[in-house]
């Protein structure tokens, strides 16, 4: 389906092993905001894009777009200033020790534990921790069962026992 979209030789260029994450620290490396900070809004790892997030929507972090928006029920219409999303090879992840820009490598810890790690000529080869923002679901589980769910008391009861081989099916 991908490739019904997109083309072939597009699809060859996504890049399979992301290391930005959506609220990474990152620096704008190439174009008009070349030096400026700001944290990962968003990831489109079918475009190989990502959205940065400003400190407000006309902020010099992001690349604006103007967008004309029609008056509908319950908001205003009006030109507004939206953030257009940047190729991923034009962002680096920021050194929380030098504040430099850095690539990222992968290391494994003695417990075993998989960390990232700041990498480059001038880094400090500290880890770069996870954004505490992807503990976060964007869409929150359901708290009340609906419909649809298997009440508890089915899930809860007992259908094999596996001393006598009761409940077995006779095949």
Same mark, same amino acid.
């Given at each position: 389906v991908l490739l019904d979209i997109m083309g072939w030789k597009a699809a060859q260029k996504l890049i399979n092993h992301? $290391?930005?994450?959506?609220?990474?620290? !990152?620096?704008i490396i190439r174009g008009k905001d070349k030096g400026e900070t700001g944290i990962i809004k968003r990831v489109i790892r079918s475009q190989n894009r990502v959205i940065v997030e400003g400190k407000n929507l006309v902020s010099s972090y992001v690349y604006v777009v103007k967008k004309h928006i029609k008056q509908g029920q319950g908001h205003e219409g009006g030109i507004f200033s939206v &953030?257009? #999303?940047?190729?991923? +090879?034009?962002?680096?992840?920021?050194? /929380?020790?030098?504040?430099?820009?850095?690539? !990222?490598?992968?290391?494994?810890? &003695?417990?075993?534990? $998989? !960390?990232?790690?700041?990498?480059?000529?001038?880094?400090?080869? +500290?880890?770069? #921790?996870? /954004?505490?923002?992807?503990?976060?679901?964007?869409?929150?589980? #359901?708290?009340?069962?609906g419909p649809k769910d298997t009440p508890m008391d089915l899930v809860l009861e007992k259908t094999y026992d596996a001393k006598t081989g009761m409940g077995m099916p006779n095949l």
């Open positions: 992301w $290391k930005i994450l959506r609220g990474d620290n !990152v620096m &953030e257009a #999303p940047l190729h991923a +090879s034009n962002v680096q992840v920021v050194d /929380p020790v030098t504040g430099n820009p850095c690539k !990222v490598g992968i290391k494994y810890l &003695e417990d075993g534990t $998989k !960390v990232r790690v700041a990498r480059g000529v001038g880094t400090s080869g +500290s880890i770069i #921790p996870r /954004p505490e923002i992807l503990k976060i679901r964007s869409t929150p589980r #359901p708290t009340i069962a």
